[in-house]
Structures are given as C-alpha cells and as structure tokens.
Nanobody, 122 residues
Framework: QVQLMESGGGLVQAGDSLRLSCATSGLAFSNYPMGWLRQAPGKEREIVAQ????????FYGDSVRGRFTISRDNAKNSVYLQMNSLKPEDTAVYYC???????????????WGQGTQVTVSS
C-alpha cells in the first residue's frame, strides 16, 4: 500500500521559514519524480515544486521561485520543501505527490499525501 505522509506545516508570520517533510512507504521511491503542490481556498491546485528521480533537476512555480527549495533523500524515501520568506499568499494546504512522467503537469501526479496546512499571517 502506497502511503505519503506530510509534516511540518503550521502557523507562521510573514517572512518566517518552514520546512515541510514527506515520508513515503510502499513506493519504489527513486523511480518517481516527486512534487509539492498546494491548494488555497477557492483556488485551483498548483504545482509548487518538482524534483527529478535522482534530484538532478528541479522545477518551481513562478510565485515561489527563489524562496522555496525542494530536495529529496532517496535513502530515506523522503522529499522536503524548504520555504523561506513566506508570504500570506502562500497560505494553503500543501501536498506531496509522486508522479508518472516528468511531474511538471498536474495530471502527472498519481499518488498523494493527505496534505498539511500552512498559514502565513501578515
């Protein structure tokens, strides 16, 4: 059974940092590009960041580029999202997900975690 479990969300102030973690099981982890996606109330789900199977390439959404960093540890079957200089508009539920294909399209993502809430106050 494939499981993805996010942790590290919370309530912070604008300008603060958070590090999200996603532990996986039941997945041949290094076979999958991984992504962090988010969904804010009333908005569509969007890709925040994506990382290739061995971490050699990454992709970031325009709104987070330069502030967020995605990384993975294949030995620990885990993926991370370091979020710096957080803004109120970063408030959302954040999901980690495993992709077929490149992971640069929403439809690529086949396995999802339950999500973790990130709230940034102004």
């Amino acid at each position: 059974q494939v499981q993805l479990m996010e942790s590290g969300g919370g309530l912070v102030q604008a300008g603060d940092s958070l590090r999200l973690s996603c532990a996986t099981s039941g997945l041949a982890f290094s076979n999958y590009p991984m992504g962090w996606l988010r969904q804010a109330p009333g908005k569509e789900r969007e890709i925040v960041a994506q990382i290739s199977r061995w971490g050699g390439s990454t992709f970031y959404g325009d709104s987070v580029r330069g502030r967020f960093t995605i990384s993975r540890d294949n030995a620990k079957n885990s993926v991370y999202l370091q979020m710096n200089s957080l803004k109120p508009e970063d408030t959302a539920v954040y999901y980690c997900a495993a992709a077929y294909g490149t992971g640069t399209l929403l439809n690529d993502y086949k396995y999802w975690g339950q999500g973790t809430q990130v709230t940034v106050s102004s």
